[in-house]
């Protein structure tokens, strides 16, 4: 099972940028070139949610919330999935999680493999 470790996340004002990264290891790039990449977040009180996704063939697809301000792209030679914040505001606080999952599994919230989550706080 792939292994996954976020970091980037931390303390900023509204109007403020963070870029997160995921690396995986514990498989080979191959299984990582496979799989559909994400990214999610769950804020105190709330379910997780969707926030982006990439697949193998670069399509992307952003939550309404977050689109024109995140981007999620994807680097094959470093195993490693990343997410530009930009634009942050208050309502993004939370923590974020890196998802892995091969291409025939359907996207969940119990699906595929969780890294352990990277905390972002967006002040007023």
């Known amino acids: 099972q792939v292994q996954l470790v976020e970091s980037g996340g931390g303390l900023v004002q509204a109007g403020g940028s963070l870029r997160l990264s995921c690396a995986a290891s514990?498989?080979?790039?191959?299984?990582?070139?496979?799989?559909?990449m994400g990214w999610y977040r769950q804020a105190p009180g709330k379910q997780r949610e969707l926030v982006a996704t990439?697949?193998?063939?670069?399509?992307?697809n952003y939550a309404d919330s977050v689109k024109g301000r995140f981007t999620i792209s994807g680097d094959n030679a470093k195993s490693t999935v990343y997410l530009q914040m930009n634009s942050l505001k208050p309502e993004d606080t939370a923590v974020y999680y890196c998802n892995s999952r091969p291409p025939w599994v359907a996207a969940g919230i119990d699906r595929g493999s969780w890294g352990q989550g990277t905390q972002v706080t967006v002040s007023s």
């Open positions: 514990g498989t080979s790039g191959i299984i990582f070139r496979r799989n559909t």
């Open positions: 990439i697949t193998s063939g670069g399509t992307t």
